[in-house]
């Protein structure tokens, strides 16, 4: 996965374009895996830049895996791999159960 970072201060925000492949048929539309995952996961998407958000970490304390920020971050990640897989069996026309 092609992770982006941006700093703002003491802050950097850990985001994702949406770029995926959907098996043979080549890259997804960015567009369609916004709008898919805002269906699912809307508190994933960021609005204002049109990218996923999957957490911030602040770079002015040490990150523990403990941390609320990490645990946050983990959990975007683990649910935004398992929304994309959705995608992509929903656009390969496999049979996708979760909702």
């Known amino acids: 996965m092609e992770l982006c970072h941006t700093k703002e201060g003491v802050r950097c925000f850990i985001n994702h374009s949406g770029k995926i492949n959907v098996g043979r048929k080549g890259r997804a539309k ?21 990218r996923i958000h999957l957490g911030e970490f602040r770079t002015d ?3 523990y895996v403990t941390s609320e920020e ?30």
């Open 61 to 63: 304390r040490l990150l």
């Open 30 to 50: 960015v567009q369609e895996v916004l709008e898919y995952v805002r269906k699912k996961m809307p508190s994933l998407v960021d609005e204002k830049n049109g």
């Open 70 to 99: 990490f645990i946050d971050f983990f959990e975007h990640v683990i649910c935004y791999v398992l929304i994309l897989e959705e995608f992509r069996k929903m656009k390969n026309g496999k049979d996708v159960q979760r909702e």
